[in-house]
């Protein structure tokens, strides 16, 4: 090769590095695009058969309200992002899938923060069998001996894992990304969670989960945000709005804008099979009838707006939101959930609406919200005036079934009621009083209650407690016949708090085997979801006495008696479930203070490690509240008696006429010792 050729070659190779040299610097300096992270999820992502419901495809078409939420994590306007959603909407996978597409679209250390240890586990397993369905993930993720409980490795991030019950956790890394879930089940605050963003730029922070009683810490993420609601257009007349389950009460969309269907035209409330079938959604804009298969093409071309927006009818948002900031906040309820029906929820909801704790769980997992009990007390005259019924003092009600009674032992007295129940919770008062303790001197009989000079007179032990064999002998008359076609009623259940005499209480108790009279009292240990149980008793606490057979004592929720006792006395006085007193107990010479103590209290709430606790609270120290407590007890033993089933057809022995109550269940001291159950009445 001659010296001009060679020449030519050096300068043909030094040409190809630099132009090489020069797209390398073009394309560091050129900003990566970024791909969008929905659509990156629904081309590239596969649920798992053992996890998911509908495996295959992630698919957004019947979940378009996903989408939004998916973008939202990689737009710089919004530093937090709060979703508060039901149960079964998507809401886990929707999680699983932001893990598992960052370092994807977004490669940076993350955060996956739970309630508790277990939970994270669980969702650790789940985003892993996320990624191995996954083609796309499935060579990222490690073998099954290299994971662990500190993070879940995707090869291009890190995501570490945290619960609420570990500070260390979630105080010791830096992340871009923090998924907070069930927030609302966490024991404490979720700050730490926020301050594990602030070294990167643009960090962000979701908050996710769903409803849980009174809801404080999720709902007040959510109330502080911009307050956005999920818009479907209407079938019929094209005008975006809202899906609710609960009609307008007021203002220009009386009436509409929510499932109706649920009544007859008398506007008595239909059973809930035959309102499922019935049941249709009705425009909040002219009233347009909406039936469920119009449902899903309404969802899928849905749009969310703030609050204080509108959505036109080309879906395009209008007006100012009334709050503006970098928190981005969604609320979802099962009306939007593909697979539930406008007939779903108005079954669910005739099948809850007649407690408390059934129309908690109706807020909770069927519209997202959160729920408080209705009302404060009202007067005690006021509510002798709405709850007087047809019927005088000392009677029962042709509706009625049977009996309960409810006694709150007091040092030297004892006060009882006897209630009356019927189908679907419906109660008449039909007795009250209180014993009172004699006085004795040292064992020789009763005599006055003077002593002698500087002694105090003594009790008779357990006399008052002694006197309640009057009522268990005693029949009550019913005004006709019941429909078990009797005449008369007997007590069906006694219960009897021990919580302020339990050695007296026991005794008592033991000494009327057979379980037809029971030792209860306030258990604030009751599971979630329960509303009593039973434990066996093998000697006295406080004496040390050891009892012979064993004593049985059923622990009461008195909380969630209390507030369903509330709630139905100001229900709907034409609806079944009434909450009934004699028609004369303005009158009766102690009517005015049965009603002044069982109006003695009032709901409150209590904030506990971040959440709101709810707790009753005396209004005056000056008022007693043993009537009270009474018909709270009252209220239990009614609960056991049914099982918590509280429509007359299901009970056997309310399909037979017999001669007396209804069968009493084996006793729980027949269960063996040390044994303690948990009971569901729902």
């Given at each position: ?660 109550s209804p069968p009493i269940d084996e006793p729980a001291a027949a269960r063996p010792p040390g044994e303690e159950d948990q009971f569901s009445a729902r």
């Amino acid at each position: 090769m001659t010296v001009h050729g060679s020449i030519l070659l050096l300068v043909s190779i030094m040409l190809t590095a630099f132009s090489q040299l020069v797209r390398a610097g073009v394309e560091a300096w050129t900003p990566a695009t970024r791909p969008v992270r929905s659509a990156w999820c629904t081309e590239h992502l596969r649920l798992p058969s053992e996890f998911a419901a509908q495996p295959g495809r992630y698919e957004l078409e019947d979940r378009a309200f996903l989408r939004e939420i998916l973008d939202a994590m990689d737009d710089p306007a919004y530093t937090e992002i709060v979703f508060v959603a039901v149960p079964q909407i998507g809401k886990t996978a929707l999680l699983e899938a932001i893990v598992a597409s960052q370092g994807e679209v977004d490669a940076a250390p993350m955060m996956l923060a739970g309630p508790d240890q277990p939970y994270c586990r669980e969702e650790r397993a789940k985003v892993y069998a996320l990624c191995e369905a996954s083609p796309a993930l499935r060579d990222r993720v490690p073998p099954v001996r290299f994971r662990n409980d500190r993070w879940i490795d995707l090869e291009k991030c890190l995501v570490y894992l945290a619960w609420s019950g570990s500070r260390q956790r979630l105080s010791g890394r830096a992340c871009k990304v923090v998924l907070c879930s069930e927030v609302d089940r966490w024991r404490h605050s979720v700050e730490l969670a926020k301050q594990r963003v602030r070294a990167f730029y643009r960090g962000c922070v979701v908050f996710e989960g769903s409803p849980v009683g009174a809801s404080p810490m999720l709902w007040q993420l959510y109330r502080d945000s911009d307050r956005r609601t999920f818009r479907v257009p209407c079938p019929v007349c094209g005008q975006f709005q809202e899906l609710r389950f609960f009609p307008h009460k007021g203002g220009r969309y009386a009436g509409r804008g929510g499932v109706a269907g649920l009544q007859d035209e008398n506007r008595t409330w239909l059973p809930a099979e035959e309102a499922r079938q019935a049941a249709y959604y009705v425009c909040e804009a002219n009233g347009c009838r909406i039936e469920s298969r119009e449902k899903r093409a309404m969802v899928r071309r849905g749009v969310w707006a703030p609050a204080g927006c509108q959505v036109n009818r080309r879906g395009r948002i209008t007006g100012q939101a009334e709050i503006a900031g970098r928190r981005a906040g969604y609320q979802l309820n099962r009306l939007y959930a593909p697979t539930v029906s406008f007939g779903d929820a108005a079954e669910a909801w005739l099948q809850l609406r007649d407690s408390s704790d059934g129309v908690c769980s109706f807020f909770n997992d069927w519209l997202g919200l959160p729920y408080e009990p209705r009302g404060e007390t009202p007067r005690w005259k006021d509510l002798g005036v709405r709850l007087a019924g047809l019927y005088p003092r000392g009677t029962i009600p042709a509706a009625a079934y049977f009996l309960a009674c409810g006694v709150d032992c007091q040092l030297d007295r004892v006060y009882w009621i006897v209630r009356a129940w019927g189908d679907w919770k419906t109660s008449w008062l039909v007795d009250w009083g209180c014993f009172l303790r004699r006085l004795r001197d040292e064992g020789r009989g009763a005599r006055d209650e003077t002593r002698g000079e500087g002694q105090e007179p003594e009790l008779l032990l357990a006399d008052d407690l002694a006197q309640l064999d009057g009522l268990l002998t005693r029949r009550w008359p019913v005004l006709g016949e019941n429909p078990l076609g009797l005449s008369a009623l007997a007590l069906r259940l006694m219960g009897i708090d021990r919580g302020y005499r339990p050695t007296d209480v026991d005794r008592f108790v033991r000494g009327h085997p057979g379980g037809r009279v029971r030792a209860v009292f306030g258990d604030a240990r009751i599971a979630p979801g329960a509303l009593y149980r039973i434990t066996r008793l093998e000697r006295n606490a406080k004496t040390g006495e050891v009892y012979p057979e064993g004593t049985t004592v059923w622990g009461i929720d008195t909380i969630a008696f209390k507030s369903e006792i509330a709630d139905r006395w100001t229900a709907d006085r034409t609806q079944p479930g009434v909450w009934w007193l004699p028609q004369d107990i303005l009158e009766a010479p102690d009517g005015e203070d049965y009603l002044r103590q069982i109006t003695a209290e009032r709901r409150s709430f209590d904030q506990i490690r971040g959440r709101k606790q709810l707790r009753w609270e005396p209004i005056s120290k000056a008022l007693p509240n043993h009537y009270w407590d009474c018909e709270v007890y009252a209220a239990a033993l009614a609960d056991m008696v049914v099982g918590g089933q509280w429509r007359a057809a299901a009970w056997p022995w309310a399909r037979r006429s017999e001669p007396d109550s209804p069968p009493i269940d084996e006793p729980a001291a027949a269960r063996p010792p040390g044994e303690e159950d948990q009971f569901s009445a729902r």
